[in-house]
């Protein structure tokens, strides 16, 4: 990947009145959260979180509720002070900044997204998209432009003039979106965006969200409780578990190599037929057998499960993987089944 | 496999063939009443166990003992109770007893009597110097009467006594009945209420609770029964021994306080009272200033721009009988008072109410104190507002003041605290600040409730406005009390309507402008 957008390192966040205490003892003995409010009465938020984020990149952050994703997020644009760390945006160390850069950073470069929408109610669509304009001084006349710009590129056009109100919750999200990009800043924080919603809305916004930041090259931190949105959405995932980070992989990865039995246990229910590659459960095969198969069908090693059950449906014979052309290894069809089993 | 079986097993087949586990509540109630828990397991089996009315258990202690054996349980609500009720009956049974019933009037008739004698005696001195004695024998003849009739009325008391000492007996042998009947029924309840809160509930027998219903007892039934049987007691039981010198040095002391107070803050005083009078000469010249035609037509065209059509016509029908009865420029002078207050009100509370709004700490140290102005009745600081501040009107204001800020600091802070965190927390992640949060988040959303709050103070300050004419407030408040001090009902009447009408055109205005602003 290219440049970090966003880099956090070894932050942690403790509430509470004995910070330095909790963290010294967290750190030295490993002591857990539980025992953290036993003893010290803190709350271990985030516990030693490093994790960046590449430019035009969707990095979800999956956890339960009370796993610390809220709060870790709410890190990068210091709504939340770490008890320790750094956490760079854009180069720049957030917490160095002083009020003023921090506030100029939050209106020009970070959007964010919140799971209860959070729009001002007394405020039209267009006045609540304008707002990050209006906080920093931008002209009615530039700031209302923008704002039906904004609003266009969630297909919300018509509904300028409206209360949020009058809305159903899957567009007052899609206003919630707007407004994050009306500044258009680099950065979008999305706080569980579509928790919310119903599930066909939510599909829906996911979709739509997915090709918004594409063409617009936003990089995201993603926020989500459910893994297969962030399977859907997201090009990385770090995995939450009581404030601490358990693993960061491609939703391949986390689906094929859980880090530890939390991991497994939630990967258990997820379709793997569009997340596991072709070159994943392929086996090795010697020349003189490629030979051999040599009329079997190809393809590449990239493909999902899904694109290999609809090529092994026309043949009995194994199917031969290519990468860059040339052929790399063979798929039976019990090493298809056995791999949309899960490699058991 | 195991699960299935148990759920096989345990699944009731109704309601009926469900077994009542006696031994676990047994040991509960043993743990509860510590003292002869074998009794008490079986009452309250037999309380449980009751289908309708009133369980029928007798408890012997508690009918026998009564209150003393309800305050050693720690059941006060019952010692309360049946002490208050036992004591009832024995004072009847007391004055059955020892109070001389009919003592004054056999005391009267003794006298009578002597009188008669006396008489008879003029009268046989006066046959024996030869004068008529029929004038002395007639006065002696209507006091042996009136002695007859007073013994009579001795015996009919001595006769009551007995009745009174019956009704005493009866009353006492009907409480010690419910006592014994109601005792277990009582206790129960409090096992039930001690099941659930064993840390705040009393259980057994305590030294400490017997200890403390002997006390009362001792300090209640022997001095109220002796206070109501016997005639003639000392003077210290009915009237507490206060020494008059204590008031009359507190009262100086803080007199003297308060005269030094108001001395060395004078230029203080006087600045407030500058103020408070410069806001109502303004309103007062624009109000009263202004000719009357403007007036009216201004609050005519208010009243139907912001209540509607019938609010307008009501306003117009008001402002004719204000204005007919030559009311006008004191009504005038009453709304610029209450126009004032609430201006000050509104200038000083809300801002009060946005900090206490966002501190909790000093929210605390305001509660009580926002508490007092309220409850405390406005004659009590009526006298010290005259001490520090004079008389006239801009010392009613601030008795206004005092009495009508608290609504609008409330219900600004309880607005101030309904901003949801998460439209506050979205508006500074888009880079507003403090201020902008406050102007463009917490204020407009926190609108609606200071809005009430501000209609709230406007009707405190109506109904204060009245009173502030005991200190030399001015309006319509002064018709009435002038009124009231020659008992003239006409006039007192007449201005009672006209600030009746006043108060109530300001309500509607006002209610109808806040619904309107509401709707929006």
């Known amino acids: ?344 | 496999m195991d699960q299935q079986a148990d759920m096989a097993e345990g699944r009731p087949g109704s309601v009926k063939d469900i077994e009542v586990d006696r031994a676990a509540l047994d040991q509960s109630i043993a743990e509860f009443v510590v003292q002869n828990p074998d009794y008490y397991s079986r009452s309250f089996h037999k309380i449980h166990d009751t289908t309708s009315g009133i369980p029928l258990t007798f408890n012997w202690t508690a009918a026998l003992l009564g209150p003393l054996w309800a305050g050693a349980r720690g059941i006060w609500g019952f010692f309360w109770g049946f002490l208050i009720l036992e004591i009832i009956a024995w004072v009847q049974i007391g004055r059955g007893t020892w109070g001389e019933l009919g003592a004054d009037s056999l005391a009267q008739a003794e006298r009578q009597a002597a009188r008669a004698q006396e008489f008879l005696q003029r009268a046989a001195e006066a046959t024996a110097a030869g004068e008529d004695p029929s004038r002395f024998e007639t006065l002696a003849g209507n006091l042996t009467r009136a002695a007859e009739r007073s013994r009579d009325a001795a015996e009919a008391a001595a006769a009551d006594a007995t009745f009174i000492l019956m009704t005493g007996l009866g009353l006492l042998l009907v409480l010690k009945l419910v006592q014994g009947i109601w005792g277990n029924i009582a206790y129960e309840k409090q096992y039930s209420r001690w099941r659930v809160t064993p840390d705040q509930e009393v259980s057994g027998i305590q030294t400490k609770n017997i200890v403390l219903a002997v006390v009362l007892m001792l300090i209640v039934a022997p001095l109220t029964i002796y206070r109501f049987t016997i005639e003639n007691i000392p003077d210290f039981l009915t009237a507490f021994p206060a020494d008059p010198d204590h008031y009359s040095t507190t009262a100086r002391w803080l007199e003297g306080q308060i005269d030094a107070a108001a001395l060395a803050g004078s230029g203080a005083f006087d600045g407030v009272v500058l103020v408070v009078r410069q806001v109502l000469d303004a309103i007062s010249l624009a109000l009263i200033g202004t000719p009357w035609p403007v007036v009216m037509m201004v609050i005519f065209v208010v009243a139907w721009r912001s209540a509607g059509p019938r609010v307008a016509i009501f306003t117009a029908a008001a402002l004719a009988y204000i204005a007919f009865l030559g009311y006008w420029e004191i009504a005038m002078e009453t709304v610029a008072l209450v126009g004032a207050a609430v201006v000050l009100c509104v200038v000083i509370g809300i801002p009060l109410g946005i900090w206490f709004g966002k501190s909790e700490r000093a929210y605390r140290f305001a509660e009580p104190v926002l508490d007092l102005m309220q409850t405390l009745p406005a004659f009590v600081y009526l006298i010290p507002i005259i001490a520090f501040f004079g008389t006239g009107n801009p010392p009613g204001i601030l008795a206004t003041i005092i009495f009508g800020m608290p609504p609008v600091i409330r219900l600004t802070a309880l607005g101030m605290r309904g901003v949801p965190d998460s439209i506050k927390e979205a508006a500074l992640a888009f880079g507003a600040s403090r201020r902008q949060v406050l102007k463009d988040v917490e204020l407009p959303l926190a609108l609606p409730s200071i809005m009430t709050g501000v209609n709230q103070t406007i009707l405190m300050c109506l109904s204060m406005v009245v009173i502030i004419s005991l200190i030399g407030g001015g309006g319509l408040g002064k018709v009435i009390l002038e009124a009231l001090q020659f008992a003239a009902k006409g006039p007192g009447l007449l201005g009672g309507f006209a600030i009746l009408f006043v108060a109530m055109v300001i309500d509607r205005i006002v209610q109808g402008a806040f619904r309107r602003a509401d709707q929006k």
């Not at chain 1, 010290?40 to 956890?63: H, L, N, P, Q």
């Not at chain 1, 056009?157 to 949020?164: I, M, N, S, T």
């Not at chain 1, 939390?262 to 459960?281: D, M, N, P, W």
Request: hydrophobic content about 40%; proline content about 3%; glycine content about 8%.
């Open chain 1, 1 to 344: 990947m290219t440049e970090a957008v966003v880099e956090l390192s070894n932050v942690w966040k403790v509430f509470g009145q004995q910070e330095a205490e909790t963290m010294q003892a967290a750190k030295s003995t490993g002591l857990t959260k539980a025992e953290a409010l036993d003893q010290f009465g803190t709350v271990i938020g985030v516990r030693d979180a490093s994790f960046s984020v590449a430019r035009g990149e969707i990095f979800c952050i999956m956890g339960l509720s009370g796993s610390g994703k809220s709060t870790l997020v709410r890190h990068v644009n210091r709504l939340i002070e770490p008890s320790a760390g750094t956490i760079k945006v854009l180069g720049r160390d957030v917490g160095a900044m002083n009020a003023a850069q921090l506030r100029e950073m939050r209106a020009k470069h970070i959007g964010m997204v919140f799971q209860h929408m959070a729009l001002m109610p007394h405020r039209s669509v267009r006045d609540n998209v304008a707002y990050p304009l209006e906080v920093r001084g931008v002209p009615k006349s530039k700031r209302w432009a923008v704002s039906d710009h904004a609003l266009g590129l969630v297909d919300l056009v018509g509904y300028e003039d409206r209360l949020p109100k009058e809305l159903s919750g899957g567009m007052q999200q899609r206003v919630g979106i707007a407004r994050a990009l009306a500044s258009d800043p680099e950065i979008l924080l999305m706080d569980e965006p579509f928790s919310a919603l119903d599930p066909l809305i939510r599909l829906q916004l996911q979709d739509q969200f997915k090709s918004l930041v594409r063409d617009l090259n936003k990089s995201t931190l993603f926020i989500t409780h459910d893994l297969d949105e962030a399977i859907r959405i997201g090009h990385r995932i770090a995995i939450m578990k009581d404030g601490v980070i358990v693993q960061i992989g491609t939703p391949e990865q986390i689906v094929t190599e859980p880090a530890d039995d939390y991991v497994r246990e939630f990967v258990q229910g997820i379709s793997r037929l569009k997340l596991v590659k072709a070159h994943t459960i392929m086996e090795a095969a010697s020349p003189e057998r490629l030979q051999a198969l040599n009329g079997a069908l190809r393809i590449d090693g990239e493909s999902d499960l899904d694109a290999l059950i609809d090529l092994s449906v026309d043949t009995e014979n194994p199917i031969i993987i290519t990468e860059n052309g040339k052929d790399v290894g063979i798929i039976t069809k019990t090493t298809l089944l056995r791999g949309i089993q899960g490699g058991r």
